[in-house]
């Protein structure tokens, strides 16, 4: 079946420093997959998205890969600010019919 | 983007009483729309697909008759939970889709319900 894993969290970090969020999915045939963030209180809001094997996507400083060998869309920030305190969610859309969601992982951002 | 907002964005009810909750595309018309539940720290779970001028699809698990979803419009999808109780206090989020073909999810901001 189709499945996303994402690290858990909470990850806790300082303002300036790199940030990696694992993800990784299992499914058939070729997924479109999506990073989503959800401030406090709020629904999801689109981060990035790939849609082919090895397309980066890309939006406010933050980066993810579609990487197919290894089943992988890591998201990446190279100086993370407060304001990116969030949870943020990795998702799969299997055959333009449904999404499956990654168990989300919490932000944290020290100044 | 398109836009999606949801009303209200949190409601507190009472046990036994019912609640419901509304999904609207503002500058867009949503053919399908979607109804997820959130519980704190975990993930959405897809509850159902609600079909303009047609009978939701329910995932598994999920009671058709504790949670009525109706899609008459073209902009609007609503979900009620029927004799609410507190287990089913959650965030509620919808989703629609622009277009025919389902690229990305467009979501509303939720809505919390408490039962008390």
């Known amino acids: 079946g189709n499945s996303v894993t994402q690290m858990e969290g909470p990850v806790t970090l300082s303002e300036e420093a790199f940030l990696t969020i694992n993800c990784t999915y299992t499914?058939?045939?070729?997924?479109?997959l999506f990073w989503y963030v959800q401030y406090p209180g709020e629904g999801l809001q689109l981060l990035l998205k790939?849609?082919?094997?090895?397309d980066k996507g890309s939006n406010k400083g933050f980066e993810a890969t579609y990487r197919k060998e290894t089943t992988s869309f890591h998201l990446e920030k190279g100086s993370v600010q407060v304001s990116d305190s969030a949870v943020y969610f990795c998702a799969l859309l299997y055959n333009f019919n449904k999404f499956y969601f990654g168990s989300g992982t919490k932000l944290n951002v020290k100044p | 983007g398109a836009v999606v907002s949801q009303h209200p964005s949190w409601v507190i009810c009472k046990s036994g009483t019912s609640v419901k909750i509304e999904c609207r595309s503002l500058d867009f018309q949503a053919t399908t729309m979607f109804w997820y539940r959130q519980f704190p720290k975990q993930s959405l779970m897809l509850m159902a697909t609600?079909?303009?001028?047609?009978?939701?699809?329910?995932e598994q698990g999920v009671e058709k008759d504790k949670f009525l979803i109706n899609h008459a419009s073209l902009t609007l999808s609503t979900l009620t939970v029927t004799s609410a109780h507190p287990e089913d206090s959650s965030f509620y989020i919808c989703s629609a889709k622009q277009g025919a073909t389902l690229t990305e999810a467009f979501f509303g901001q939720g809505t919390r319900l408490t039962v008390v």
């Open positions: 790939a849609t082919k094997a090895d």
């Open positions: 609600s079909n303009e001028g047609s009978k939701a699809t329910y």
């Open positions: 499914a058939t045939g070729y997924p479109s």
